[in-house]
């Protein structure tokens, strides 16, 4: 239930769909260290927002990491850029699917929503496989289609 996959103490609860080259899709709790949801996600001078990440034991297992905006102003939606003129480029989620690294190429979109409670989503399409240390020389024509959602909870520490 989703008590037992999101306890009380996990910041963020997240639900991930991953589809194409290694299909996948899990639910973890996730660690957030800053203070209430809706100061997390509220309006303000531009600054860099580190979205929520997955650590899942599921089957394949699924991490999502190193996702953030480099240029966030409140809530509201963002296509998210990786290489910028000024400022702080996004980064886009970099995803280890069953030991297979995914992250932003030749291709690549993603959209991030943030709501003011501090839920939201990201959507990601064509993202390329990399290489890792499980795989030295990537499939070329791999691509997988990324989406997660989140809702925050608890008032910080």
């Known amino acids: 239930d989703a008590e037992t996959a999101c ?8 639900a991930v769909q991953i589809s194409g080259a290694v299909p ?16 997390w996600a509220a309006d303000g001078a531009e600054r860099i927002l580190e979205l929520p990440f997955v650590l899942a034991a599921s089957d394949p297992p699924v991490t999502v990491a190193l996702t953030r905006l480099g240029k ?40 991030v929503t943030v709501a003011a409670d501090g839920s939201g989503t990201i959507t990601a399409t064509g993202l390329v496989e990399i290489a890792s240390p ?14 997660m959602q989140w809702t925050c909870q608890g008032t910080g520490n």
Request: glycine letters at 14%; a negative charge; one cysteine or more.
């Open 72 to 111: 966030y102003t409140g809530p509201g939606q963002y296509e998210m850029a990786a290489t910028t003129t000024a400022g702080n480029p996004d980064s886009f989620p970099a995803l280890d699917v069953g030991g297979r690294t995914f992250s932003n190429g030749e291709g690549s979109a993603a959209v």
């Open 24 to 39: 996948a899709e899990t639910s973890a709790g996730a660690g957030g260290s800053f203070g209430a949801c809706d100061e």
């Open 7 to 14: 306890p009380e103490y996990f910041r963020f609860c997240t």
């Open 134 to 147: 499980q795989v030295a020389s990537p499939d070329p024509d791999a691509r997988v289609d990324f989406a």
